[in-house]
């Protein structure tokens, strides 16, 4: 009797199954409202309220503000930094509120909150079942920053890894994460080369000043932006901003591009074979195999204050701030055109976007 009744739930089963197929079209059921899109990250006010997501459809047609709090009834939280995936799962993460809230990436419903041993969080990665998060610590302390390892699985802190001054972006490759090391507010010049195995440093490379951003290319290697010193406090230690590529056969700078005079270059991104970075009111391209900077810009913005810059598929998105104080503005242009595709207006302060696909 007990194996007539597990047949036949197998039969119904798949019964269901197929007329479930049969009426979608074979095609599977979608997971979510927010399943495919696109997710810009609006810091919020800094200090007080809370920051936001907006949510723009693939097609351009669709822009919702604060899903968040539309899902949960709940806020996020105090400057919202960053987001991380794994799998489903989207890791948002609040700097001042020293928070990391699990979502499910799909229905952007709340799955828990992560508000223990983290202290400043910037930027997260996954790697092999553990997210690997930067913390800053205590600015005015500056011993005391570190990597924070999340077992994914609990939604818990379960180890750290202490590091130098200001680590701030973040990338994996295999077993091994490469922190840029911006200085958080100080001056910091180097990316650490972890081993997430035994987390422990392996290498330490001197890379530009105020490294800001890095990527990784389709040959597994590491290019590195630093923007240069800053001329606050001190004047004398202003410097140009440096491109480094890092061998991740050897962890070894194979590639040193330096900017002009005072240059300051911010928000490396990578689409194909296609570096692209900001200075100034322009956007400038160069492939992985070139070993000079480009000398005329690819595209010239009109952002007011730009706060944020991806590159994906072909498509260039801008993150405006404005003022600082009213909801900001994203811009989007299509790279084979150098052209605006659309402009919306999204959150209070936009630092990025994040692709849900």
């Known amino acids: 009797m007990k194996i007539k009744h597990v047949v036949l739930a197998i039969a119904l089963g798949a019964f269901f199954a197929s007329c479930e197929n049969d009426d979608n079209g074979g095609e599977s059921l979608p997971l979510g ?11 919020g006010p800094f200090q007080n309220g809370s ?3 907006s949510f723009l459809s693939d097609d351009l047609e669709t822009n919702e503000a604060a899903i968040y709090n539309k899902v949960n009834n709940k806020d996020l939280g105090n400057v919202i930094q960053s987001i991380g995936f794994a799998d489903n799962t989207a890791y948002v993460i609040a700097n001042v509120s020293n928070t990391i809230e699990v979502i499910n990436r799909n229905t952007f419903e709340s799955e828990g909150t992560i508000d223990a041993d983290l202290s400043n969080p910037r930027y997260f990665v996954a790697v092999n079942g553990k ?11 500056e011993t005391d920053d570190f ?18 001054l200001g680590p701030e972006a973040i990338v994996a490759k295999g077993n091994t994460i490469y922190v840029a090391h911006q200085g958080a507010f100080g001056t910091n010049s180097i990316v650490s080369v972890i081993d997430v195995t035994s987390e422990d440093i392996t290498k330490t490379l001197e890379v530009g000043k105020r490294p800001n951003s890095l990527v990784l290319d389709a040959n597994d290697n590491i290019w590195v932006l630093a923007s240069g010193g800053s001329s606050w ?9 440096v491109l480094s590529e890092i061998n991740t056969s050897t962890n070894e700078v194979v590639t040193t591009i330096n900017f002009n005079g005072v240059e300051h270059p911010s928000f490396l991104n990578i689409d194909g074979e296609n570096l692209y970075y900001n200075l100034g009111k322009d956007v400038y391209t160069l492939k992985t195999t070139d070993d000079t900077l480009p000398t005329s810009s690819y595209v010239t913005h009109t952002a007011t204050s730009l706060y944020g810059m991806d590159v994906y598929n072909g498509k260039l998105y801008l ?4 003022d600082y104080a009213s909801n900001g503005s994203l811009t989007i242009y299509d790279l084979n055109t150098q052209a605006v595709d659309k402009t919306f207006t999204v959150g209070l302060n936009p630092n990025g976007v994040y692709f849900n696909e």
């Open 33 to 43: 409202a927010y399943e495919n899109g696109i997710l810009v990250v609006n810091e």
């Open 51 to 53: 920051g936001t997501i």
């Open 131 to 141: 997210g690997y998060v930067t913390n800053w610590g205590d600015t005015s302390d």
């Open 147 to 164: 990597i924070a390892v999340i077992n994914l699985s609990t939604n818990t802190v379960e180890s750290t890894i202490p590091v130098a």
């Open 233 to 241: 406090p001190v004047p004398e230690d202003e410097s140009a901003g």
């Open 319 to 322: 993150a405006d701030a404005l």
